[in-house]
């Protein structure tokens, strides 16, 4: 209760952020700031380990779980292929992830949103990481 107008307020700022004539530079550092308030949150929301107690799907479709995620740091990718600026950020986010995937234990999630799943399922070709299952979202 104490976090639902902290939340609506999120909100709101991420509407206001979106409008395409708020300078650039000044709505990628709030965004920053956005993930990282709705992330801590989240943290007093949710149990984290149970929501992503699921299976997920590789790029060649095989099924990986979250025990086999065990030792990863873990981000969750929220993005949709009709998304500019995910579209945008995608191709930087591989470039970094293919760099230190391996190395530092490094592990994310796709978590689309997508209207319908073939657009969901072709935008995630370009993408080396696992996902959450449409079926799930």
Known sequence: ?????????????????????????VRGKMKIVISFLLALTGAYC??????????????????????????????LYFSASWC??????????????NRIHKDKNWEVIWVTHDHNEPDADKYFKEMPWIRLPWDQI
């Open 1 to 25: 209760l104490v976090l639902s107008p902290f939340i609506t307020l999120i909100i709101f700022i991420m509407d206001f952020l979106s409008k395409q004539w708020y300078q650039r530079r």
């Open 46 to 75: 949710v149990d984290v380990k149970s929501l992503l107690d699921t299976t997920y799907t590789d790029g060649a479709g095989k099924n990986v779980t979250l025990s086999d995620l065990s030792g990863n740091y873990i981000g």
């Open 84 to 97: 500019g600026g995910c579209r945008e950020y995608t191709p930087k986010l591989v470039k970094l992830y």
